[in-house]
């Protein structure tokens, strides 16, 4: 879990710095795909639990 925050952190790093540099346009749009992707990931993986523990 505390790897894919500071996944998360990177990626909007990254999209902040792509998005502010000129040349670096591209690396905006990867960070910011990328922590979308994280994020859902995530999201859906806490549903995952919440619904396991649920049924138990």
């Not at 505390?2 to 909007?12: P, Q, R």
């Not at 990328?34 to 919440?50: D, N, S």
Request: hydrophobic share 70%; no cysteine; aromatic share 16%.
């Amino acid at each position: 879990m505390t790897f894919l925050v500071i996944l998360l952190i990177i990626w909007a790093a990254a999209a902040i710095v792509g998005f502010v540099v000129k040349g670096l346009l591209w690396l905006g749009f990867v960070g910011l795909i990328l922590f979308v992707i994280t994020a859902l990931w995530l999201y859906f993986r806490g549903k995952r639990k919440e619904r396991e523990a649920a049924r138990d």
